[in-house]
């Protein structure tokens, strides 16, 4: 199995983890919400690591920093009442930073699974 193939199955199964996480916050499943946190977290620094050589990387890092930002939000609004979710904004911002990265470097690295 090629690195593009597994990066792919590992940034569905992100997906999948991501989506139930926001789903618990959704619902109000504090616990379930709250432990999702940590395979979701897992992938995405995971998936930054692989990607490390890669063009890849700096997607993979906005979504690490989208994916706490989301994660800090949920636990603010679960457990203190929305107080000082408003920090939230920083990880957000980074995110994209991150994106503008990624878009600056255009050309400069190949993306996973890119032919020369």
Sequence with gaps: MSLFEKIRRFESMHIVFWLIKDSCWMMEWKLMGVIMIIPTLFLALYLIFKTRAYRDIYLNTAIFFWISAN????TMEFYFNSLNKDLAA??????????????LSKGKKKMVGEQD
């Design 71 to 74: 994660s800090y939000w949920m």
């Design 90 to 103: 920083i990880p957000f911002l980074l995110g994209f930073v991150f994106i503008f990265i990624f878009y």
